[in-house]
């Protein structure tokens, strides 16, 4: 059984850096096949994906935010992170790491879900 967990702050003041890990136990990061993504949900809205990182370490972004996202991993922790630059009251929400099987552009096939974590932008 995979599960993943992430962690990072609750709070970050506009224009800072939020930076999120999820740390994944189960399996590997570098399985063949596997691509561990990063999804968030403002309040209020729908899921909304941000990016993801393969089992050979290409990344995606969203057009919307490729500007300021960043994802990398850590082999050796087994965990993956990611950050995102000059944030606003516009990048709260909950954020999700999960793991798919197959992406196509910003759509992914989920498996498996972390639980997610909460994260306000506010000074």
């Known amino acids: 059984q995979v599960q993943l967990q992430e962690s990072g702050p609750g709070l970050v003041k506009p224009s800072q850096t939020l930076s999120l890990t999820c740390a994944v136990s189960?399996?590997?990061?570098?399985?063949?096949?596997?691509?561990w993504t990063w999804i968030r949900q403002p309040p209020g809205k729908g899921l909304e994906s941000i990016g993801y990182i393969t089992d050979s370490a290409s990344t995606y972004y969203m057009p919307s935010l490729k500007s300021r996202a960043s994802i990398s991993r850590d082999t050796s922790k087994n965990q993956f992170t990611l950050q995102l630059s000059s944030v606003t009251p516009r990048d709260t929400a909950v954020y999700y790491c999960?793991?798919?099987?197959?992406?196509?552009?910003?759509?992914?096939?989920?498996?498996?879900w972390g639980q997610g974590t909460h994260v306000t932008i506010s000074s």
């Open positions: 999960a793991r798919s099987h197959t992406c196509s552009g910003a759509v992914c096939l989920i498996d498996y």
């Open positions: 189960g399996g590997s990061i570098t399985t063949n096949f596997y691509i």
